[in-house]
Nanobody, 128 residues
Framework: QAQLVESGGGLVQPGGSLRLSCTVS????????IGWFRQAPGKEREFVGA????????AFADSVKGRFTISRDNAKNSVGLQMNVLKPEDTAVYYC?????????????????????WGQGTQVTVSL
């Protein structure tokens, strides 16, 4: 059974940076795609970004492209989401998730239903 734990959330001013981490146990991380999603109050969960099992490919939502990056350290079973130039509209609970069936697709999935295991989420608040 996979467990994912996010950390690193908090309060940051607009224009600031935060780095979230997702630590995975119960699975060998380098076998799977990891995705990041977020959900703001009153809104549906949305795709933020994803990284391939090798780390060689990433995909990002247009709203965060150029500001967010994803990296992975398979030896530590950890994936990081570096968030720069944060905006108030980035305020949300951020989740990492594991795609168990990535090998069936040619592209990194942006669909939350393709991800089978989820962390509990970490709150990011961007405000003065």
């Amino acid at each position: 059974q996979a467990q994912l734990v996010e950390s690193g959330g908090g309060l940051v001013q607009p224009g600031g940076s935060l780095r979230l981490s997702c630590t995975v146990s119960g699975f060998t991380l380098d076998d799977y795609v990891i995705g990041w999603f977020r959900q703001a109050p009153g809104k549906e969960r949305e795709f933020v970004g994803a990284i391939s099992s090798s780390g060689g490919r990433t995909a990002f939502a247009d709203s965060v492209k150029g500001r967010f990056t994803i990296s992975r350290d398979n030896a530590k079973n950890s994936v990081g989401l570096q968030m720069n130039v944060l905006k108030p509209e980035d305020t949300a609970v951020y989740y990492c998730a594991l795609d168990l069936t990535w090998f069936r697709r040619t592209e990194l999935s942006r669909d939350s239903t393709d991800y089978g295991y989820w962390g509990q989420g970490t709150q990011v608040t961007v405000s003065l």
